[in-house]
């Protein structure tokens, strides 16, 4: 299979079950994981993934779109699935349909789906986000109570749970603004009480927070960048030494990989790539990857890359093209077409982090993941 393609991403199996158990470990026995794949599974393949969890009896999965929702019922995924990003009306009969548990905050998803849900005689599960200083998806509290005596009023919607999202918890230390969303969390889940809302699942604990404050675990977290072997930040690993959280044996589960198409010999001071942005001063050997900025490998790496060949560096030259790029194999013996070209992950002793390209391209190691290219193969090996 993989004869045919000329990059392709490989995921390692064994890496994500050790994950998951590390998330399991992280908690008690009472709490549930959620295994977080939205967003193709950070880059990783969506139904790969959950493949992949589902051995490990994952208690939940959380995804961004009703597509993906859809998609894994389809690949006869039968955990439930809760959709953590807007669902529009127009789509709300497919959640039925499928038995999909939406996050609600709007009176119009509540209304269409009572009506969906009555006509179809079945029941709708949701969870109510609220807002606890974000200031992106959720109910405000000062509408909170007119949205729980609306939900009430549903009798085939069923509350099953609620949630939060932290701003301030993966980029500081300090962590006095995620203790006050942890109030503001608590307040809103007294007035569901109130209201006569039971609660079976309050979740709020993504991956930073499972690992910093046990005490917010409750009933279920929400496992994401950590299900892929990756840390949420520094800083989120400094704060765990901090606080003497013990150790996260996380394992990154990805290597992203490509072959060589060409090989060829260059002159002394001749200019390599696009606007003749590189120079060679001495006789050189460059390799041609098809590989580009299409496919998620990204432009602000042009003359500052680099990835390995038969476990040595070599560096990018000149501009990440569309679909191609430059690499200088000079320094490297026996290199020929279509040997094969780590770009992230491990070869030998060496090995291209999430983290390293993040830091050459000045953004974050979930960017990295996430951006490859969905339509590249995902393989599972081991």
């Known amino acids: 299979m993989l004869s045919e393609h000329l990059t392709w991403v490989e995921v390692s199996k064994s890496a994500v079950l050790n994950n998951i158990e590390v998330a399991r470990q992280s908690v008690s026995n009472k709490t ?17 993934v959950a493949a992949i969890a589902e051995t490990a009896d994952i208690d939940y999965f959380g995804v961004n779109s009703i597509h993906e929702a859809v998609k894994l019922r389809n690949a006869k995924i039968k955990k439930p699935i809760l959709v953590l990003g807007y669902v529009p009306v127009s789509a709300l009969k497919e959640a039925v349909m499928h038995d999909i548990t939406l996050v609600a905050y709007n009176d119009e998803t509540i209304n269409k789906l009572q009506e969906i849900a009555s006509k179809y005689k079945k029941d709708v599960k949701v969870h109510i986000k609220v807002e606890t200083g974000l200031h992106r998806q959720g ?12 939900v009430k009023s549903k009798k ?24 006050q969303q942890i109030e503001n969390f608590m307040d809103a889940y007294e007035t569901m009480k109130h209201y006569g809302i039971n609660i079976k699942y309050r979740h709020t604990a993504c991956t930073a927070a499972t690992m910093l404050f046990p005490e917010i675990h409750f009933e279920m977290i929400r496992f994401g960048i950590g299900l892929y ?18 150790e996260f044996n996380l394992k990154p589960a990805l290597t992203w990989k490509t072959k060589i198409a060409q090989v ?30 299409y496919d998620g490998y990204d432009r602000k790496l042009s003359n500052v890359g680099y990835v390995l060949v038969r476990g040595k560096r070599a560096p990018i030259r000149g501009r990440i093209c569309m679909n191609m790029c430059i690499i200088d194999v000079t320094n490297i013996e026996g290199v020929s077409a279509e040997d094969e070209v780590i770009l992230l992950g491990s070869d030998g002793e060496d090995s291209i982090s999430a ?9 974050i190691n979930y960017e990295v993941v996430t951006r490859i290219n969905e339509g590249l193969p995902r393989i599972v090996v081991d």
Request: aromatic content about 10%.
């Open 139 to 150: 109910v405000n509290p000062e509408k909170l109570e007119e949205f729980c005596k609306l």
């Open 355 to 363: 983290e390293t390209l993040a830091a050459k391209i000045g953004t």
């Open 156 to 179: 085939n919607i069923i509350v099953e749970g609620m949630s939060t999202h932290y701003a301030n918890i993966e980029d500081t230390t300090e962590h006095s603004y995620a203790k």
């Open 32 to 48: 549930k994981v959620m295994a977080i794949i939205k967003a193709n599974a950070y880059g990783h393949g969506l139904c790969e």
């Open 264 to 293: 060829k010999d260059v002159d002394a001071n001749s200019f390599i790539g696009y606007g003749c942005s590189d120079f060679v001063t001495q006789k050189s050997k460059i390799a041609i990857l098809p590989i580009g900025y």
């Open 229 to 246: 072997g990756l840390w949420p930040s520094k800083e989120t690993k400094i704060s765990a030494y901090e606080r003497k959280r013990g």
